[in-house]
């Protein structure tokens, strides 16, 4: 159990227009999500805390209109990269919380596959 | 704010031996995770530790949750080639801060 989806697995668009990605946790119902940027050969870096049903908490730094987060079902959660720019391109990974049933433990952080964006 | 001083940055191993990594903090933490990610995929959680002192096994893994709530540490017995990518450790602190702070990564390549 404790399977994170997502989608597209990457993508890439011209400077100027919305991407949005898909982040759904499969096996199991997760009223937090989280969402994280990957520079090569970087850590993780966390974007912003998903909550279903209310607003997104964002980290310092990170530009809420710019990237806009809905959390609307407890299984999926999506953001969208607004106008998006060069600088934008990176490694985006979202993860789940798992509450109950997951193999390696509950209360932890699931991830997705990752969504590969470049913006041209 | 809190920081996990991973080490070491990278490995460079033959097949068949062993492996150890760390991290550590000056701060105190409740759970400590250990991830593993290959290239262009997301971390793959390998192990959870959540009481001080736990030591936790899976498979050639094994994991330990320092006595101080500051460290952990990651063997990998009897390595072979699949082993290879980057290995992060991940800490929360309790209550409802379901935050994790993440380590900067060993990098591991196993020569065959």
């Known amino acids: 159990g404790a399977v994170v989806s997502q989608h597209p697995s990457w993508v890439i668009c011209k400077s100027g227009t919305s991407v949005k990605i898909e982040c759904r946790s499969l096996?199991?119902?997760?009223?937090?999500m989280f969402w994280y940027r990957q520079f090569p050969k970087q850590s993780l870096m966390l974007m912003a805390t998903?909550?279903?049903?209310?607003?997104?908490?964002?980290e310092q730094g990170v530009e809420k209109d710019k990237f806009l987060i809905n959390h609307a079902s407890l299984t999926l959660s999506t953001l969208t990269v607004t106008s998006a720019h060069p600088e934008d391109s990176s490694f985006y990974i979202c993860?789940?919380?798992?509450?109950?049933?997951?193999?390696?433990?509950?209360?932890?952080?699931?991830f997705g596959p990752g969504t590969r964006l470049t913006v041209l | 704010g809190q920081q996990l001083n991973q080490s070491p940055q990278s490995m460079f191993i033959q097949e068949g031996e062993d492996v150890s990594m760390n991290c550590t903090s000056s701060?105190?933490?409740?759970?400590w995770l250990w991830y593993k990610q290959e290239p262009g995929e997301g971390p793959v959680l390998l192990i959870a530790?959540?009481?001080?002192?736990e030591l936790t096994s899976n498979g050639r893994l094994t994991a330990q949750f320092g006595i101080t709530r500051k460290d952990s540490f990651l063997n990998i017995s009897a390595s072979i080639p699949s082993d290879v990518g980057i290995y992060f450790c991940?800490?929360?602190?309790?209550?409802?801060?379901?935050?994790?702070?993440f380590g900067k990564g060993t990098l591991l390549t196993v020569n065959p």
């Open positions: 701060s105190i933490f409740n759970t």
């Open positions: 991940a800490a929360k602190s309790g209550g409802s801060n379901y935050k994790l702070t």
């Open positions: 530790l959540y009481k001080a002192g």
């Open positions: 993860s789940a919380k798992c509450l109950a049933g997951c193999q390696l433990g509950t209360d932890t952080q699931y």
């Open positions: 998903s909550n279903e049903g209310s607003k997104a908490t964002y």
């Open positions: 096996d199991f119902q997760a009223t937090t």
